[in-house]
């Protein structure tokens, strides 16, 4: 059974960095993509970033290009997003999540619906 637990969260100032993880469980591979999502209060869940396995490639959210940077270590099952410059914008639970094989179409990169597997989220909160 395939788990996803994210961890890292925190309250910050403006202009903090955070780096949230995410280990994989319940696998025997690593042959699979992964994603983090936020949900922001009163919000519905948005993309922020995915990493493919192979080739690797990542795709950011347009809020988060040049801040988050998102990475993984297969040889931990983990997943990292390291938040630079933050801003009460960035207010949310973060939630990592897994679209195993077959990949999910580009098109469909920033759809929650691409994704097969979810963590319980951790939370992140900026204030000024």
């Known amino acids: 059974q395939v788990q996803l637990v994210e961890s890292g969260g925190g309250s910050v100032q403006v202009g903090d960095s955070l780096r949230l993880s995410c280990v994989v469980s319940?696998?025997?591979?690593?042959?699979?993509?992964m994603a983090w999502f936020r949900q922001g209060p009163g919000k519905e869940r948005e993309f922020v970033a995915r990493?493919?396995?192979?080739?690797?490639?990542?795709f950011y959210a347009n809020s988060v290009k040049g801040r988050f940077t998102i990475s993984r270590d297969n040889a931990k099952n983990t997943l990292y997003l390291q938040m630079n410059r933050l801003t009460p914008e960035d207010t949310a639970l973060y939630y990592c999540?897994?679209?195993?094989?077959?990949?999910?179409?580009?098109?469909?990169?920033?759809?929650?619906?691409?994704?097969?597997?979810w963590g319980q989220g951790t939370q992140v909160t900026v204030s000024s």
């Open positions: 999540a897994m679209d195993p094989p077959p990949r999910a179409i580009y098109s469909s990169y920033a759809s929650a619906s691409a994704y097969d597997y």
């Open positions: 319940g696998r025997t591979d690593t042959n699979y993509d």
């Open positions: 990493i493919n396995r192979v080739p690797v490639n990542t």
